[in-house]
């Protein structure tokens, strides 16, 4: 009788419990503290890419939101930094609303 042998590969569950990375958009005095999910460890890369999402969305399409008429009518150069990163979706948009509270930026309409 001889050996028997299985294939037996282990197969990961993916995690649900993603990075979200919070950030702050400032063009002059005006600001805007948005969230977006990390494509990896690229925090920054990861921001930039929802910037020009944001102003790709303000040149393109006609939504009458705070930040995209900011973008359309402002001369102001943008800058953008990564504030914090919070795991989990439902801690980070919880977070964000902290921080809309405590900085109270102005271009964020709730």
């Known amino acids: 009788m001889g050996a028997m042998v299985y294939n037996i590969s282990i197969v990961r569950k ?4 993603r990075n979200y990375i919070l950030y ?5 005095d005006d ?5 977006t999910v990390s494509q990896g460890r690229a925090f920054w890369k990861s921001v930039k890419i929802r910037v020009q999402k944001h102003i790709s969305r303000a040149m393109n399409e006609d939504k009458d939101w705070t930040m ?3 973008i359309r ?4 150069t943008l800058y953008y930094e990564v504030l914090e990163v919070v795991r989990g979706r439902k801690a980070a948009y919880s977070r964000e609303r902290e ?3 405590e900085l109270n930026p102005s271009l964020n309409d709730f």
Do not use: P, Q
Not at 24 to 28: A, C, F, I, L, P
Not at 73 to 76: F, P
């Open 14 to 17: 993916k995690r649900k419990d």
């Open 73 to 76: 009518e402002t001369n102001e």
């Open 99 to 101: 921080l809309i509270s």
């Open 24 to 28: 702050r958009v400032t063009g002059g």
């Open 31 to 35: 600001t805007y503290i948005g969230l």
């Open 68 to 70: 995209c008429n900011f």
